[in-house]
C-alpha cells in the first residue's frame, strides 16, 4: 500500500523534473546568441511539417475520391447488366486470367452474349481463384467451367504433350486459342 507520504515524494520529484526540463528549454530557446536561430529552425521545421501532412491529406482525399467514383460507376454498370460484344469480353477474361492462373496459353476462353465458356488444362488449386476473378468481369453473365483438373504442373505438361501430338496427327481437331 503506497502511503501519502511516497504519493507526495513520487509527485515532488515528477514537478522538479517538469521543472528542470521547462527551465533546460526555456535557456536553449531564449539564449542571446543562438535562441533566435533555434526558434526559427523549430518554426521552419513546424510549418513544413503542417504543410507536408497538407500536401499528403490532399493526395489521399483525392485519391479516396477516385476509388469512389470507380466503385460507383463498377456498381452502375453491374447494375445495368450490360451486353458486351463477345470479342471485347474475351479479350477482357483473358487479361483475368493471367492473376490466378500460372498456365494461362493452356486455357480457351469463347463468349456468347455474356456466357463464357473454359476449356482446357488448369491445376486444380488454380480454379476457385480463376472463377471468383472472372465473374467480377464486367459482361460475364455466367461462367461454363469444362476445365481438366490437375494436381501438378507435371500433369499439365504431359496432358499438353499428348495434345500437341494429337494436334500434330488431326490438324482438324487443332484448338482454336483466343
Do not use: W
Not at 510549418?47 to 489521399?60: E, M, N, T, V, Y
Not at 496459353?105 to 472472372?134: F, N, Q, W, Y
Amino acid at each position: 500500500m503506497v502511503t501519502e507520504r511516497a504519493k507526495s515524494k513520487q509527485g515532488s520529484l515528477a514537478s522538479y523534473g517538469m521543472g528542470a526540463i521547462t527551465g533546460g528549454l526555456a535557456i536553449y530557446f531564449l539564449d542571446t546568441r543562438r535562441g533566435a536561430a533555434r526558434r526559427a529552425l523549430v518554426r521552419d521545421k513546424t510549418f513544413a511539417g503542417l504543410r507536408h501532412a497538407s500536401i499528403r491529406l490532399r493526395k489521399r482525399s483525392a485519391d479516396l475520391q477516385h476509388r469512389l467514383n470507380g466503385a460507383l460507376y463498377e456498381l452502375k454498370a453491374r447494375l445495368r447488366r450490360e451486353q458486351v460484344d463477345d470479342d471485347i469480353l474475351i479479350e477482357r477474361v483473358r487479361a483475368q486470367i493471367g492473376r490466378p492462373v500460372a498456365h494461362t496459353s493452356m486455357i480457351e476462353v469463347s463468349a456468347v452474349k455474356g456466357r463464357v465458356v473454359l476449356r482446357g488444362a488448369v491445376l486444380r488449386s488454380e480454379i476457385p481463384g480463376l472463377i471468383l476473378s472472372l465473374s467480377k468481369v464486367r459482361g460475364v453473365h455466367s461462367i461454363d467451367n469444362q476445365l481438366q483438373r490437375y494436381d501438378s504442373e507435371e500433369e499439365i505438361s504431359r496432358a499438353a504433350g499428348h495434345r500437341m501430338h494429337h494436334v500434330a496427327e488431326h490438324p482438324a481437331h487443332s484448338p482454336t486459342l483466343h
